[in-house]
């Protein structure tokens, strides 16, 4: 019996489909990165795109979309075509934004496929290099004593050291003037200048320039001091045990994308986190990859969901008001 024309047709986009999957990537993959090229993100970024290149068999090419706190590179990804050739590498501010932004252009949770957790960093509260204090409870004393000129940088509302700065001055009891940047790399060099006080950032950003003595650092946000800054203090030894968060970081791509492309992505992405080289890096800077058991987009999506809430009840007890 012939069969119907259009059953053939049905039939040829079925096996293309399936094929497109097995042969995916026929072409380069864009990982976007909310923020500024030479951040803490980017760092993480560029190391996870260099060692997935090598897994997928093409390259994972980086691109820094900035502003509004991440949400411009979440909206370009959470637009882009489902197809596997678009992923986005955020961190904690893809679960903050909810709260901080009334009309975002996108659903943090179901606009988009998890492919993974990556990593969690450390912040560390840190200063100029001619900063008037030479520890946290200095520190303190100074800020509260100058407070009208204090200028704390951050990377936009929405950013993690947008959140750190905003839990810093709420552990202190006193607001500062924030200075926000399209990334707390071009933040860095502002504050390397002097031309900024005090920021709060990942460790993946501040540690080379805090073993150098460029900046002065005060305090880790961690519950534990870290191997890589033995002598810095944590907030907890500083009398702060509420101030502590660490700076997770997954991995996203447009809802819709095929299951079996997100699960080449997601592999490739637990490959990296095996890879030698980004273990040795992510050591040097005061990480290292989560464990393989949250590197599951089931385990990413549960922890999003958790997370949206948890900051929600955090922001909103600080009194941000949404933007
Ligand atoms: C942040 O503050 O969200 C990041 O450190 C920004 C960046 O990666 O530049």
């Known amino acids: ?26 072409k380069p993959v864009t990982m976007v990165i909310p923020f500024a090229a030479g951040g803490p993100t980017d760092v993480v970024g560029r190391l996870l795109a260099q060692s997935m290149s090598k897994t997928l068999g093409q390259q994972v090419i980086v691109e820094n979309t900035v502003g509004a706190g991440g949400t411009i590179a979440a ?5 882009a075509a489902p197809d596997g050739y678009m992923v986005l590498l955020h961190h904690i501010g893809h679960s903050t934004a909810p709260s901080l932004y009334r009309k975002l252009p996108y659903d943090a949770l179901n606009g988009f496929e998890m492919l ?38 951050n ?19 006193t607001k500062v003037t924030t200075v926000p940047y399209k990334g707390t790399g071009p933040a860095m060099n502002d504050l390397l200048g002097g031309q900024v006080d005090l920021m709060c950032d990942q460790t993946t950003n501040t540690t080379s320039y805090i ?13 534990k001091r870290l191997a890589v800054l033995p002598d810095l203090p944590t907030t907890r030894e500083a009398g ?9 970081h997954g991995m996203y791509a447009p809802k819709g994308t095929p299951g079996d492309v997100v ?6 992405m637990k490959v990296a986190l095996k890879d030698p080289l980004v ?38 007890k600080a009194g941000v008001q949404p933007e």
């Open 75 to 79: 909206t370009r990804v959470a637009r």
């Open 1 to 26: 019996m012939k069969t119907p024309l259009r059953y053939a047709f049905v039939t040829l986009a079925l096996a293309a489909n399936v094929a497109g999957a097995q042969t995916y990537p026929t």
């Open 279 to 316: 273990i040795e890096r992510f050591a040097g800077l005061g990480t290292e990859p989560v464990a393989e058991t949250r590197a599951t987009p089931e385990v990413h999506r549960q922890f999003l969901t958790a997370e949206i809430a948890k900051w929600k009840s955090v922001i909103e």
């Open 240 to 248: 702060l045990p509420a101030f502590e968060v660490a700076v997770w």
């Open 155 to 173: 990377a936009g509302t929405g950013s993690a050291s947008h959140l750190c700065g905003l839990l810093l001055q709420d552990a202190i009891s």
């Open 263 to 268: 699960t080449k992505l997601n592999g490739a």
């Open 116 to 153: 993974g957790l990556v990593t969690d960093v450390p912040m560390t509260v840190v200063a100029k290099g001619n900063f008037q204090a030479k520890d946290f409870g200095e520190m303190v004393r100074y800020v509260k004593a100058n407070k009208e000129s204090i200028n704390l940088a």
């Open 211 to 223: 073993k150098s003595g460029k900046i002065k650092a005060y305090a880790v946000t961690t519950p």
